[in-house]
């Protein structure tokens, strides 16, 4: 039975040129399943052209928390706010509020649950060191995943710093982030491999994988892109895109665009 690949992409955040390098290197694998794991706009200059290439490209994509907070009628928070949200067309932001907040897919016989940041909502946040009883809850079934049964494993985006963690509950991943990633600067995303729905033959278990892919790219040609234009907020993406360091760490460290 051959294995099948799915491609797991979050945390995009309106970043073009990493995302089509992410793209570009999935397509190379011969992988044609996508799935993002939101937050597909803000932070970055071109989120409507990462939206387009999300709906050209995935074959499902779950809602983020910056979806809710760019592309939903909520009050402007300021400058930058309303700069990324006007970047959008009435239609990128009907698309991005509209898509669900979990998907399941079965691999290997186990259910696999894909969402953002916990299913709680796009909100909850789930840090990779988190508790025991955060742990068992992500695999748990909520009002917000739709009451399905719990989940085998979960991978999910929001923190920008992948990881993998199992436990007896299951499998726990985080993908990372394509366009703003905070341990280092390089892009990450994950590849499931598994066989299709029906594996179990015999009720036996077969071969679950979990691979995470770093994908080098040209960050000054987004940084260019940012400032030509004129995206609020420049100099913290430019110092986060090539430290890879949080922008709230950035004054105690004396970090400074060049």
């Not at 979050?10 to 990493?18: C, I, K, Q, R």
């Not at 006007?86 to 991005?96: I, K, N, P, S, V």
């Not at 040209?218 to 949080?246: F, K, N």
Request: charged share 25%; net charge negative.
């Amino acid at each position: 039975m051959a294995l099948e690949r799915l491609a797991l992409v979050s945390d995009v955040h309106g970043n073009l040129t990493a995302y089509e390098a992410v793209l570009a290197d999935i397509a190379a694998r011969g992988i044609s399943r996508v799935i993002n794991l939101g937050d597909v706009v803000g932070k970055g200059p071109r989120g409507s052209a990462c939206t387009a290439l999300t709906r050209e490209r995935c074959e499902a994509t779950v809602r983020g928390n910056w979806e809710v907070f760019v592309a939903g009628d909520g009050e402007s928070r300021g400058e930058a706010h309303a700069w990324w949200r006007g970047e959008l067309t009435a239609e990128d932001r009907r698309w991005l509020l509209g898509v669900p907040g979990s998907v399941d897919v079965e691999l290997s016989g186990r259910r696999v649950r894909l969402l953002h940041a916990s299913p709680i909502d796009e909100f909850t946040r789930v840090h990779r060191d988190h508790s025991a009883e955060q742990f068992a809850m992500m695999f748990e079934p909520t009002p917000f995943t739709g009451e399905l049964p719990r989940a085998d494993v979960v991978v999910y985006g929001d923190i920008h710093e992948p990881y993998l963690r199992s436990g007896v509950e299951g499998v726990l991943v985080n993908a990372g982030s394509v366009g703003n990633q905070l341990d280092d600067p390089t892009p990450s995303y994950v590849i499931l491999e598994g066989h299709a729905k029906t594996a179990r033959a015999d009720g036996e278990d077969v071969p679950f994988g979990v691979q995470f892919v770093r994908v080098p790219y040209d960050a000054q040609t987004e940084i260019d892109a940012a400032r030509a234009l004129c995206m609020p907020e420049l100099e913290a993406y430019e110092i986060e895109l090539r430290t890879g360091v949080y922008r709230g760490e950035h004054a105690a460290r004396g970090l400074l665009s060049l």
